[in-house]
């Protein structure tokens, strides 16, 4: 399963894909 997740990067909005097992670990 993919996860779209929206970081803020240096002031501006950056889109990220990463797979759910990977969120998990955070």
């Keep these: 399963m993919k996860l779209k ?3 803020n990067i240096f002031g501006r909005e950056t889109s990220v ?3 759910f097992s990977q969120v ?3």
């Design 17 to 19: 894909e990463m797979d």
């Design 5 to 7: 997740v929206l970081v």
């Design 24 to 26: 998990a670990k955070l």
